[in-house]
């Protein structure tokens, strides 16, 4: 099985500042990753595909990058909105979710 | 509207059986993957199950073979999820989704069904 490890778990950040989320894969998986948001209640929403695609809508300050086992996504300039938990997912032999990483207000 | 809507949760007892339901509008199933993934409340994300669009390839996670059976029925665009010799660990929310391709994202997501397994 495919391991994906997010870091951090938790994230403190102030409206307006830049973060990055890291996703480590235990094996290559070229660039079949995804990036999904989540708040509470609600379903996940896809952000990213392909490790660098933006999703039709998802909101350009929402970036992403990497290839082969390590990949980041960047927020740009936090909004109220984005305060929520964030998944990485890889799709290259079947599917395996990261542990997630709750982005929180400061 | 294009949407997944899924029902059938609910409490049920171990060692018991439920059929969850992932019925798609606005599209047409036949032409997508669809997955099945679950969430312990406050926990994250497992993929279970797919499914592709003609039901002739189906895919399962080790910890749901032999007891949980992915199904669909084009007639009523609606997915299944058989659920067998349920165990505690079984609880979740369970979320159906969609896919282009077995190589894609999850691009559509339903709003997702409890399912609780307890005495």
């Known amino acids: 099985d495919i391991q994906m490890t997010q870091s951090p778990s938790t994230l403190s950040a102030s409206v307006g500042d830049r973060v990055t989320i890291t996703c480590r894969v235990s094996q290559s998986i070229s660039s079949w990753l995804a990036w999904y948001q989540q708040k509470p209640g609600k379903a996940p929403k896809l952000l990213i595909y392909?490790?660098?695609t933006l999703e039709t809508g998802v909101p350009s300050r929402f970036s992403g990058s990497g290839s082969g086992t390590e990949f980041t996504l960047t927020i740009s300039s936090l909004q109220p909105d984005d305060f929520a938990t964030y998944y990485c997912?890889?799709?290259?032999?079947?599917?395996?979710f990261g542990q997630g990483t709750k982005l929180e207000i400061k | 509207e294009v949407q997944l809507v899924e029902s059938g949760g609910g409490l049920v007892q171990p060692g018991g059986s439920l059929r969850l339901s992932c019925a798609a509008s606005g599209f047409s199933f036949s032409s997508y993957w669809i997955h099945w993934v679950r969430q312990v409340p406050g926990k994250g994300l497992v993929w279970v199950s797919r499914i592709n669009g003609d039901g002739r390839s189906r895919s399962y996670a080790d910890s749901v073979k032999g007891r949980f059976i992915i199904s669909g029925d084009n007639a009523k665009n609606t997915l299944y999820l058989e659920m067998n010799s349920l165990t505690v660990e079984d609880t979740a929310i369970y979320y159906c989704a969609r896919a282009g391709s077995p190589l894609s994202a999850f691009d559509m997501w339903g709003q997702g069904t409890m399912v609780t397994v307890s005495s």
């Open positions: 392909k490790a660098s």
């Open positions: 997912q890889q799709y290259n032999v079947y599917y395996s």
